[in-house]
């Protein structure tokens, strides 16, 4: 048997809304009848009390009680009463209740049916009662002279005849509950028109699975994902672009909040609110540096405003691990080739050397190059030795060799950087080709000093070069992604130290600038603890 296809919501709503606006004009009809009814009934009060009231304050009806046969003039008078007044009975009575008059002959002398105590003290008395002529709506007053209570006088209205009145107020009852029936079947249909085009045909069990598989993905990708809406508030991101941002876990449904008010880095919090479009942006957010992408949704604004934009995030910090390890294989390539090309040098010039005869210039030649590589070595190699540290020292000092420079360097003993090798080979490395680029713009002699030395609880790592030094603007900003030291540095460069940053941060240390000759960054480190 084929499975009946579950309604779409829109068409849910819809039903809903209708069923409302039925319930609505059903329950406003009956209040409406209700109060009507109820007006009819309390016009017919005041119409008895007021007919009652004129009847026994008339002398002649005074006159007529005192008489020997009250109904004599009283009869008469009582129904020429009911004719103008639009009445269905008036009964003028004695105090105990004997009928002088009444619509039916027959009924004069019998005791009225109603209460009357409350006339007879004195009052008036208004109520519906069941009398000879069935139901009716009626009011009692008294007939007063200088003895007292001389008489009564009681009118009414039948509820047939009030139905009668109420019959008019029906259909505009009837046409109200109509117009509120038509009020909700159109703003349902509206409703109806709005939801589908936003959720299509899809049923409820169909928007909660659609969700589910919405938010299992946001939640499963390795990219910082971050969803903003037209006012440019953040209305989700997952736990990966919690983690990357530094800010609070984003909850089950959280509420749209401005980027500012989360915490998050002011040139990212800008992004996102602008809805820029961005691609392979690289921004620094606390220690990291996060490579951005943000694209707007599709379609334009409907107020000319901004449209909802997602932006996707991943952590540069772990790209620039992986490019520090290559740094490290191709210091190491580079100084292999270097010192191959050395070497070259010196087989040709000693071989040359001995067709001519030279011995004492061969032995020269020989012990001067083994005394620079010692001696380069005897300075990287001390006790407690960082062999991560000394192997890039080593390539970068062969590769500032054939560029005409000379790495240098001077280290306390047993001083070692409280770093991972691939943070090591990036910090090192990242310092040492940035110094290295720098002096060669400058004049000879061209030299890199690198520092390694311990301040009070900490080590600090200074690189200085004998470049021009840095323009005072761009040293504000060198440590920011995009920014470089070089005047030509075209796109994709100004990231080193940027990462250099992020590393120390990681770590804990600070990292500062010195843009006077010769140019310097002080990298403080807090010392391994055992």
């Given amino acids: 048997m084929v499975r009946r296809r579950d309604r779409s919501v829109a068409g849910r709503v819809f039903g809903l809304q209708v069923l409302a606006a039925l319930l609505v004009a059903l329950v406003l009809t009956v209040v409406l009848a209700v109060d009507a009814r109820r007006a009819v009934g309390d016009d017919a009060a005041r119409v008895s009390l007021a007919v009652a009231s004129t009847i026994a304050a008339d002398p002649a009806v005074r006159e007529a009680l005192q008489e020997p046969d009250p109904s004599a003039r009283l009869q008469p008078y009582a129904l020429a009463a009911i004719t103008a007044a639009e009445v269905d009975f008036v009964t003028v009575m004695s105090p105990e209740g004997l009928r002088y008059t009444h ?28 009398g000879t002529l069935g139901p009716s709506v009626r009011a009692v007053v008294p007939v007063l002279d200088d003895a007292g209570v001389i008489g009564l006088v009681a009118a009414g209205v039948t509820t047939r005849e009030i139905s009668e009145d109420l019959a008019p107020r029906i259909p505009f009852v009837i046409a109200v509950g109509l117009v509120v029936i038509a009020v909700g079947a159109i703003a349902a249909a509206l409703t109806r028109r709005s939801l589908r085009r936003s959720t299509g045909d899809l049923d409820a069990e169909g928007m909660r699975t659609m969700v589910r598989f919405y938010e299992s993905v946001l939640h499963a990708v390795r990219e910082g994902v971050v969803l903003t809406d037209d006012r440019g508030r953040v209305v989700l991101y997952n736990d990966e672009a919690a983690e990357l941002l530094g800010i609070e876990a984003a909850g089950e449904h959280p509420a749209p909040r401005k980027p500012a008010e ?66 490290s ?49 005897d300075a990287t190699l001390v006790p407690d030795e960082d062999p991560v540290l000394t192997a890039v020292l080593l390539g970068k000092a062969a590769i500032a060799s054939e560029r005409g420079a000379a790495l240098e360097l001077d280290r306390e003993e047993g001083v070692a950087l409280p770093l991972s090798p ?18 060669l713009r400058g004049a000879p002699p061209h030299r890199v000093v690198v520092r390694l030395d311990r301040v ?38 100004g990231l080193g130290l940027a990462a250099v940053r992020g590393i120390v941060e990681r770590a804990g240390g600070a990292v500062a600038f010195r843009p006077r000759r010769p140019t310097t960054v002080d990298v403080i480190l807090p010392e391994a603890r055992s």
């Fill in 103 to 130: 619509p039916d002959p027959a009924q004069i002398g019998r005791p009225f049916l109603g209460t009357i105590a409350g006339a007879v003290a004195g009052g008036t008395v208004t109520e519906t009662y069941t």
């Fill in 262 to 327: 989360l915490g998050i880095d002011a040139g990212i919090a800008a992004l996102l609110t602008t809805g820029r479009r961005v691609v392979e942006e690289s921004h620094v957010a606390g220690a990291r540096v996060l490579l951005l992408n943000q694209e707007s949704a599709p379609g334009a604004p409907s107020d000319g405003g901004r449209s909802p934009a997602v932006m996707t995030m991943r952590d540069q910090s772990v790209l620039q691990e992986l490019v520090g390890e290559l740094e």
């Fill in 329 to 377: 294989v191709r210091t190491v390539s580079e100084a292999l080739r270097a010192q191959a090309h050395e070497h070259a040098n010196t087989l040709h010039t000693v071989l040359s050397l001995v067709e001519m005869g030279r011995g004492d210039e061969v032995a020269g030649l020989v012990g001067e190059s083994v005394r620079a590589s010692q001696g380069l070595v």
């Fill in 422 to 439: 691939s943070d090591t080979v990036s910090l090192v490395g990242n310092l040492v080709d940035n110094a290295l680029e720098a002096c």
């Fill in 456 to 493: 009070n609880e900490g080590v600090r790592l200074a690189v200085a070069d004998s470049g021009p030094g840095v323009a005072p603007e761009i040293a504000e900003r060198v440590f920011d992604a995009g920014v470089s030291t070089k005047t030509d540095a075209g796109p994709g460069h």
